[in-house]
């Protein structure tokens, strides 16, 4: 049987009354409730994150209708884009856009010229001329520009391998023409050194230290590897040391230069210990600025950790170094040195996250310097002291021989461990107890060479060191350490290799054995011996006060948290590292290396603000730091 036309539209009306009636809310256009994270990651996708157009890139192409020329031919939809700037069409959103573009292109393709392209899209973004509409301080972009800038500058001039950017006046290709560069050669010198390599620092994950600081701003942060221009001697920039350098590319009306075959900018190195900041389009603007970043490229370096061992069993490894005090930068009249001594088996390394963290606040990093003394942990602890008196000595008198600085004599010298006791030896007068303690005779009458008894008056007869204005003790052994006298300790004393001047000191004064309460060859052994308990000489260095004048402050490692006065840090003995008559007593619940644990940075830290303060004070700094109230009180984790 036939059925009728009639019938056929009526079941077909009926079918699709069905269909619409099941569909439900699944229309064309709707939403759909997502988590924050997914919601997120959709809105701010973009060629950094997600290795795709951001959705406001997105948008511009389907506005141009150039989103299949772009998925078919990217080069050809940027170079269509780029007409459209170019014929007055477009505005920040088209140039937000190229550069996007432009870098993810160079990406895919390793075109150099698509990578510059985009940092000059992306300054062209960030610092359109006058009369042209600047992006909003709201607007997300921001952000990405100043990654794509600094991101596309770097890759640009990278070396052939990738590791090292190479900054060189000259034309460079672009996408759509060329570009000349000048490079600004007075960047590559500082003080008496030269930049040598310059390694990006954008790409890297920082391990080993505890916090990464990365202030925002432009340009492309950098560690730069320097030497000397003129060999030197003594207290100078450690020799290992990176800069944190950043480099700012600039173009004058970039906007209008894009429409031109030949463009022209400047290249400009700024070293962020120097400058936080740079002049662009008449703003002032922060340098993008990653110094933990550079401080770990730093500390990477094998031969800090590996000289630890060889420092502590041979005498003499130093002996070869240029300098024994070191500083992170270069002498800034008007700063107070900060003296960092690491302790036994150590090494400056050892302070990393501590300078990390204290270079980080403006308050301190604009008040002081950082130095770094570095010795050889095996030799007697007097004699490492006298060396590190002899050092500061030096650096004073080479760093300001007219005395025409008064902040290099208010000095902060902090010690760990070992590196306490020759803080300690800085700060008092033993006049003839040390020697007393030890000998029957008066020292005049031992006999000894002229040279060999002058290093032994300098290591015995101790003086104040009048640049030192305060001293913190980190668990220092004053009264000597308990592993000492484990026979295991002993015997790695066999095994230390002293300079020769010590062994001789040690036969001369074992031919006189009958002139001295104590082996007279014990006295000229290493540290070891020099930090056990019933030392005659630590006993006497722990019973000197402090000079008058001098502040002291104690930070004491206890591991556990059973009673203070009964407990230990592993290596250290409460009872040992208490000192009557310091300005503080701060108890840490820590192992015996301390120096990365929070709490004692916050603890170095208000004791540096206080010294501030106190300086700024008596020699009226132009802008006086004041610590805290709430920070004036020393706390104790007991």
């Not at 008056?457 to 104040?464: D, E, N, W, Y």
């Not at 540290?527 to 019933?534: A, C, V």
Request: charged letters at 20%; one cysteine or more.
């Amino acid at each position: 049987m036939k059925c009728s036309p009639a019938r056929h539209l009526a079941a077909a009306l009926s079918c699709a009354i069905w269909l619409l009636l099941t569909a439900g809310c699944a229309t064309p256009v709707g939403v759909a409730r997502v988590d924050a994270s997914t919601a997120q990651h959709q809105l701010t996708a973009n060629a950094l994150t997600a290795d795709e157009l951001s959705p406001s890139a997105r948008n511009v192409l389907r506005r141009w209708v150039l989103s299949d020329r772009y998925d078919d031919d990217p080069a050809d939809a940027i170079a269509a884009l780029h007409t459209i700037i170019t014929d007055g069409r477009g505005d920040e959103d088209e140039v937000i856009t190229l550069a996007e573009m432009a870098y993810l292109y160079a990406e895919k393709t390793h075109q150099r010229p698509y990578f510059l392209g985009a940092a000059i899209y992306s300054f062209a973004f960030l610092f359109p001329e006058k009369g042209l509409k600047p992006p909003s301080p709201y607007d997300p972009r921001l952000r990405l520009a100043a990654d794509l800038y600094s991101l596309g500058m770097i890759h640009a001039f990278e070396s052939a391998d990738g590791t090292t950017v190479e900054f060189k006046s000259g034309n460079y290709q672009l996408p759509f023409g060329w570009v000349q560069v000048a490079v600004n050669p007075s960047g590559f010198e500082w003080h008496n050194r030269r930049v040598v390599a310059l390694t990006p620092v954008e790409e890297v994950v920082v391990r080993g230290l505890a916090n990464r600081y990365r202030h925002p701003g432009i340009g492309a942060p950098l560690a730069a590897a320097t030497e000397p221009v003129v060999a030197e001697r003594g207290m100078q920039v450690a020799p290992r040391m990176k800069l944190p350098m950043t480099a700012v590319l600039r173009l004058d009306m970039p906007r209008r230069q894009l429409a031109q075959r030949q463009l022209h900018a400047t290249l400009d190195l700024y070293n962020t210990h120097d400058v936080d900041a740079t002049a662009i389009a008449g703003r002032t603007v922060p340098l993008e600025a990653d110094e933990t970043a550079v401080l770990a490229y730093v500390l990477a370096s094998p031969e800090i950790w590996e000289r630890e061992l060889k420092a502590f069993f041979s005498g003499v490894f130093s002996e070869s170094a240029p300098t024994q005090l070191a500083s992170i930068d270069a002498y800034r009249p008007g700063r107070i040195p900060v003296v960092f001594v690491h302790g036994t088996a150590s090494s400056a390394g050892r302070w990393g996250d501590m300078v990390n963290d204290l270079l980080d606040d403006p308050r301190i990093r604009d008040r002081y310097q950082f130095w770094f003394f570095t010795y050889d942990t095996g030799n007697p602890v007097l004699y490492s002291a006298a060396l590190l008196r002899e050092s500061l000595r030096d650096a004073v008198h080479k760093l300001d021989p007219a005395g025409a600085d008064p902040a290099l004599s208010e000095m902060v010298v902090i010690g760990h461990s070992q590196g306490g006791l020759l803080a300690k030896a800085l700060v008092v007068d033993t006049g003839d107890r040390v020697w007393d303690a030890i000998a029957y005779k008066p020292f005049d009458e031992v006999n000894l060479s002229p040279q060999r008894r002058d290093v032994l008056r300098q290591a015995v007869f101790i003086k104040p060191l009048p640049y030192v204005r305060r001293v913190v003790f980190i668990a220092t052994p004053h009264r000597g350490s308990y592993l000492t006298e484990y026979p295991v300790t002993e015997l790695l004393g066999r095994f230390l290799t002293l300079p020769v001047r010590i062994l001789q000191i040690g036969a001369d004064l074992a031919r006189n054995a009958g002139d001295f309460k104590v082996n007279p060859r014990n006295l000229g052994s290493g540290s070891l011996f020099g930090m056990t308990p019933n030392n005659p000489v630590l006993q006497t260095m722990a019973a000197t006060p402090i000079a008058p004048g001098v502040h002291a402050h104690s930070i004491i490692a206890v591991k556990g948290d059973g009673p203070v006065e009964g407990g230990n840090d592993g290596v250290v003995e409460y009872s040992s590292a208490h000192l009557d008559g310091v300005d503080s007593e701060y108890i840490v619940r820590s192992s015996h290396s301390t120096q990365s644990n929070p709490y004692t940075i916050e603890e170095v830290r208000r004791i540096l603000l206080l010294h501030a303060a106190e300086v700024c004070a008596r020699i009226a700094c132009d802008n006086p730091l004041l610590p805290s109230r709430s920070g004036m009180q020393a706390l104790s984790l007991r």
